[in-house]
């Protein structure tokens, strides 16, 4: 059974950093496209980043240049490094993976971590 667990949110000024973690158990990560989506209040789901099998990663527009994914492949881990934080970054912040290897569709959701963003 497929277990993704986030941690790390929590309340951060403006311009601060903050570090999520999603833990995977069920799978090895780096045998599947890892994601984070986040939902602000009142909101759909939005993309945020993306890591391929291979590493590659892909961004949302908003978060280029201040958000960065990455995985402890030995730790079956997958982190986002969040820096120069906004209010509008403000959300629950979900880690997801896709179903099979060759997918591109995310299918195995974590339960979200709340990030608030104070101006």
């Known amino acids: 059974q497929v277990q993704l667990v986030e941690s790390g949110g929590g309340l951060v000024q403006a311009g601060g950093s903050l570090r999520l973690s999603c833990a995977a158990s069920?799978?090895?990560?780096?045998?599947?496209?890892m994601g984070w989506f986040r939902q602000a209040s009142g909101k759909e789901r939005d993309f945020v980043t993306a890591?391929?099998?291979?590493?590659?990663?892909t961004y949302a527009d908003s978060v280029k240049g201040r958000f960065f994914v990455s995985r402890d492949d030995a730790k079956n881990t997958v982190y986002l490094q969040m820096n120069s934080l906004k209010p509008e970054d403000t959300a629950v912040y979900y880690c997801a993976s896709v179903g099979r290897p060759w997918s591109q569709r995310f299918e195995y959701w974590g339960q979200g971590t709340q990030v608030i963003v104070s101006s």
């Open positions: 069920g799978r090895t990560i780096s045998s599947y496209k």
């Open positions: 890591i391929s099998r291979s590493g590659d990663t």
